[in-house]
């Protein structure tokens, strides 16, 4: 069995970092549509056998996906602690920890990222600057202490190493593509997809601020 676990930022607190260019009410929605895109491909997924939100009491409940409340939004690395207290996940073969803020990737780039996995093993996939951990793949999922962040793509190989777990590395598009900043909003809209985040964007009129920026 594998699981997948979203860990989920507080709305009105995501995406600060686009507060130059996006109202409040603009980043939730852009974080609502991102997240329906990812649970998209984790639905149409052939190797996950369930999808856990990792959320605040404030976050609504969705349809055929568990939710672990937490008391307070801490981080992820608290978050995936949170989830691991629940048998279903620490007692599942391998658990992938996938952001909320992957608008691009897709059910294939999942399925090749969880696909024959070996046991005592992780996958990682980094973030486009290979700074940021985008993806990790843990088998079991208990393996090792999460450490999300910055830095986190050399910070959880250099774990894995130490424990002497095997580690692969996985470089697909959409999967190295987390919309963080500005630059990443700009460079996400410069190629139409057929996503829900580009959709919202498009309709809200926020790309065509973008293109005028």
């Given amino acids: 069995m594998v699981v997948a676990v979203v860990p989920?930022?507080?709305?009105?607190?995501?995406?600060?970092?686009?507060?130059?260019i996006l109202a409040e009410g603009e980043r939730k929605e852009l974080v609502l549509a991102m997240f329906d895109d990812v649970l998209v491909s984790l639905r149409a997924s052939h190797f996950i056998d369930e999808i856990f939100i990792v959320a605040d009491k404030y976050?609504?409940?969705v349809a055929d996906v568990q939710l672990i409340t937490e008391i307070k939004n801490r981080g992820y690395d608290e978050a995936i602690?949170?989830?691991?207290?629940?048998?279903r996940i620490n007692q599942a073969q391998a658990m992938l920890i996938l952001p909320?803020?992957?608008?691009?990737?897709?059910?294939d780039e999942l399925n090749t990222l969880i696909k024959d996995q070996e046991d005592r093993s992780?996958?990682?996939?980094?973030?486009?600057d290979q700074d940021g951990t985008?993806?990790?793949?843990?088998k079991p999922p208990h393996l090792l202490a999460t450490s999300f962040g910055v830095g986190s793509f050399k910070r959880h190989k250099k774990f894995a190493k130490a424990l002497s777990v095997k580690i692969e590395e996985v470089n697909l598009?959409?999967?190295s593509f987390d919309v963080d900043t500005e630059k990443d909003l700009i460079d996400f809209v410069q190629t139409k997809s057929d996503t829900r985040t580009y959709r919202f964007?498009?309709?809200s009129g926020i790309i065509g601020r973008l293109n005028n920026l």
């Fill in 173 to 175: 598009p959409g999967l």
């Fill in 59 to 61: 976050f609504d409940p």
């Fill in 100 to 107: 909320a803020d992957l608008p691009l990737v897709s059910r």
């Fill in 201 to 203: 964007l498009d309709e």
């Fill in 122 to 128: 992780i996958r990682i996939a980094g973030a486009r």
């Fill in 134 to 138: 985008n993806a990790l793949v843990m």
């Fill in 8 to 20: 989920l930022k507080n709305l009105k607190l995501a995406k600060s970092r686009l507060s130059n």
């Fill in 81 to 87: 602690v949170e989830a691991l207290k629940d048998s």
